[in-house]
């Protein structure tokens, strides 16, 4: 089978979602004879390219892109008018009926804006501005129908932020359209005289894959919610990426106003979509307009049948082309494909009733028809176009997009049904049928005192509105009553209160009703959201910490302790950060307060915080330790400094605590951690500021380890006297409580020399008795006994003041292993 292709020309003009206000330049206060920097385009061999096109059998593709990447507040000439800055760069091409735009940079600033237009001033378009921001954060523009151009950017002097603005490609046509009927059934000949609401669904649309530009055809498509959103439906074959939805331009009544007549335009236009799902077996893909279309296209939103019961007839409105909207109809039954359908150019094989075969009666589908919808008797969609032969048209099911592939990526039920009703079946939606009602109120939380304004949100032209409150506590004011489209309201009791709006106008009317939609209150209900009256938080967490009010309209916050904290109040959030100095003083405490006002209401909140931040948190702030078993420690709550070492395992650092201590006599230890998944490290290093210089040449390594309940470093050589860090890190980010022990077998004598009272530390490896003995320098013996030491209890403490001044030897034997110490004992 042969998918149909299609073809765009450029020789058009086109109005985008535009503000419609004019270039600053033109105010005429600018040199006429200025020299605007110019970005010439490739030439571009258009019968090579159309050639091409014919022998890949891709006849859908238009246009070819160039990579710009200029950056118009660098490349383009600048220069101000009045309060407003202006940029102005002129693009050139050869050989091209128009210039596609694709900026893929588009981030403006309130009160900027971006226009394209001729050389001679005669086109305009724009200004887009930052409504025209689209969620990937670029902006494609509809082809501008020359082969020149001029980009100017105006941005206030003044602006919030110096925009960015960047072209990053542009398309050159190479195939031109006629708006001609040619031999084809245009949508407004008799034929399309019962089609006259839903063609306004269909449109031509444009797109690109960064390398170059096609078109097809696609159509809006309601949901059960019937709530206008711009769902969009084509051709998976057509757009089948986020990236080249986002290039989206959808050409609404682009169509001739008569039979015969070439007066079609594709003067409304929106940019930019999102991708939502898409299926190859029935050959779907579902978008979201990215910009609100404007109620002057009178969109149309068709309905749909996801029965898979068979049509009793087939129409097809549709783009051939890229011509002006035609029509084509099959009048007979429509029945499922019996067997598998192989389609040309690899593109793979559709399953056995996944496609309608329609044979048509009137008209035909061509190149560019690809993603039209398929109406049934009902005049509800059924499929859109995958493709066919010269007499068969086959177009993927709806029923079978609907929800034979499970995830909202794979099926059109979860966007167009998202409550899961179970509706099969939706008529279309005409946005000039009938008003939708909608209304907000200027606040959800009154005082008693205090006005309520109801602002009218409906949609479609409302021409009537009527308004019910209940309870009946209240009264209109300012000269408002029920029927005023945006009524003022004052409240003489307190409670929670429904407001219903009924609008219509001359296609019917719509009501809404909002249960507790105010809230009235004598006393305000201020409160910090979500918190409870006393909390505990790591001092790490406090990093654009977010403190969020309620329960009135304007907000003002206290804490104590405010020089450990940074701050910053926007309305009713309240953002802190600790200091640095604060993360090196340790955990304290702190109050947090909001007062609410509304009105003449006021009330307040507060919440009592309990910071905590370790000891040793910090390399400056590192617990030494000694010789043996130095008791529990606790990792909660640690963070990481900047340029901190890593432990040199496989995890970065996430919560260290450091510590610190001096090699043994012995120069040999062992290390070990027990309590948590830890990775540990030693280091050697003179001060902190080394560990942090962010070098290894300012420090060693001595040796790391990691492991789970507990982690070892056995036998580490060190320098006797030496200083040395350990770091300990959770892995995982593991945290809890954990005991540190350093063991050698060696004995540490403090202090030494001593007037007479000698500590001894011995850390053995392994526990054991030990026979003790000191002798003065003449080889007798001044004290004999025995101890048990093991690595909780591994401290003895001699008394040698009732013996002369002088050198004693002390030694030990513990687990068959001969540990001495000499002893200086002065007077």
């Not at 859109?384 to 029923?399: A, E, I, P, R, Y």
């Not at 540190?740 to 540490?748: A, D, K, R």
Request: glycine share 8%.
């Amino acid at each position: 089978m042969l998918m149909w292709g299609l073809l765009l020309s450029a020789g058009f003009a086109f109005a985008q979602v535009a503000d419609g206000s004019m270039p600053a330049s033109f105010s005429g206060t600018l040199k006429t004879a200025t020299i605007i920097p110019v970005g010439k385009l490739q030439p571009v061999d258009a019968a090579r390219l159309q050639a091409i096109d014919e022998q890949e059998g891709v006849n859908n593709r238009y246009g070819v892109l160039q990579t710009m990447n200029i950056n118009l507040c660098e490349k383009a000439l600048r220069s101000q008018v009045g309060t407003m800055n202006v940029w102005r760069y002129r693009l050139s091409g050869s050989g091209v009926y128009a210039l596609g735009l694709n900026f893929s940079i588009f981030d403006i600033p309130e009160g900027a804006a971006l226009y394209v237009y001729s050389a001679d001033g005669k086109l305009i378009r724009g200004g887009f501005t930052s409504r025209n921001s689209k969620p990937n954060g670029g902006l494609t523009l509809a082809d501008f129908p020359d082969d020149e151009l001029i980009i100017e950017y105006n941005e206030p002097v003044d602006a919030a932020f110096h925009g960015g603005v960047i072209l990053g490609s542009v398309s050159s046509a190479y195939v031109e359209l006629s708006t001609k009927a040619s031999n084809r059934i245009q949508i407004n000949c008799v034929e399309g005289e019962d089609w006259q609401a839903h063609k306004r669904a269909v449109c031509l649309i444009t797109f690109n894959d960064g390398q170059n530009s096609y078109y097809c055809t696609g159509f809006l498509v309601n949901n059960v919610n019937e709530d206008g959103t711009p769902f969009f439906l084509t051709a998976r074959h057509c757009i089948s990426s986020a990236a080249e939805a986002s290039t989206l331009v959808a050409y609404f009544n682009y169509e001739n106003s008569s039979c015969t007549a070439d007066d079609a335009s594709r003067e409304q236009t929106v940019s930019g979509a999102s991708l939502l799902a898409s299926g190859s077996a029935s050959d779907f893909t579902l978008v979201r307009l990215d910009e609100e279309i404007p109620q002057e296209y009178e969109p149309f939103f068709a309905g749909w049948d996801a029965s898979d019961n068979n049509p009793q007839s087939g129409t097809c409105i549709h783009h051939p082309n890229g011509a002006p909207k035609s029509l084509a109809q099959d009048n007979d039954e429509v029945f499922s494909n019996d067997t598998p359908i192989i389609w040309e150019q690899n593109e793979g094989i559709s399953e056995v009733d996944s496609h309608w075969e329609v044979f048509y009666d009137v008209g035909s589908d061509e190149n560019g028809s690809s993603g039209a919808p398929l109406f049934d008797h009902n005049k509800r969609v059924v499929g859109q176009l995958h493709g066919g032969d010269n007499s068969t048209s086959l177009f993927g099911k709806f029923s079978w997009s609907w929800d034979r592939r499970a995830g909202a990526s794979s099926q059109l039920k979860y966007w167009l049904d998202p409550d899961n009703t179970g509706v099969v079946q939706m008529d279309g939606f005409d946005s000039t049928a009938k008003p939708i009602a909608a209304f907000s109120p200027n606040d959800s939380i009154l005082c008693l005192s205090e006005i309520l304004m109801l602002n009218d949100q409906t949609k479609y032209a409302p021409q009537s509105w009527e308004w019910s409150i209940s309870p009946a506590t209240y009264s209109y004011v300012n000269g408002t009553d029920e029927h005023s489209q945006n009524p003022q309201v004052l409240f003489t009791a307190e409670g929670s209160y429904t407001i219903s709006l009924i609008t219509a106008n001359d296609n019917g009317t719509d009501q809404l009703t909002r249960d507790a939609a105010v809230s009235v209150f004598a006393q305000l209900p201020v409160a910090l959201a979500g918190l409870p009256d006393e909390m505990t938080i790591c001092g790490r967490e406090l990093d654009n910490y977010e403190f969020w009010a309620e329960g009135a309209s304007d907000f003002s916050f206290e804490i104590t302790a405010a020089e450990k904290f940074t701050t910053s109040v926007q309305g009713q959030l309240l953002t802190v950060g600790l200091t640095d100095e604060a993360r090196q003083e340790g955990s304290f405490d702190t109050y947090v307060k909001v007062t609410g006002t509304q009105g003449a209401c006021s009330s307040a909140d507060s919440v009592l915080i309990h910071v905590i931040i370790p000891a040793n948190d910090n390399i400056a702030q590192a617990i030494g330790l000694n010789l043996g078993y130095n008791g529990l420690f606790s990792n909660d709550c640690a963070s990481i400094q900047d340029r901190e070492p890593g432990p040199g395992t496989a995890e970065d650092p996430e919560n260290s605590v450091w510590f610190y201590f001096e090699g043994p006599s012995s120069e040999q230890l062992t290390v070990q951690v027990d309590g948590i998944d830890s990775e540990i490290a030693v280091y050697r290093a003179a001060t902190p500021v080394y560990l942090l210089s962010g070098s290894e040449a300012s420090y060693l390594r001595v040796a790391s380890a990691s492991g789970s309940g507990l982690a070892v470093m056995p036998d580490l050589d060190l320098v006797a006297g030496g200083k040395y860090w350990l770091q300990v890190d959770g892995i995982n980010g593991d945290e809890g409580e954990m005991s540190i022990q350093l063991l050698s077998n060696t004995i540490e004598v403090y202090p030494n020399p001593s007037t007479g009272i000698f500590h001894l530390t011995v850390a053995s490896v392994l526990d054991g008795d030990a026979e003790m003995a000191v002798y003065n320098s003449k080889g007798q013996q001044v004290y004999a006994g025995n101890g048990l030491f093991n690595q909780q209890a591994n401290t003895v403490d001699f008394d040698l003041s009732g013996n002369p001044a002088g050198l004693y030897y002390f030694r030990a034997m513990i687990n068959g292993a001969l540990m001495t110490k000499i002893l200086v004992l002065v007077k």
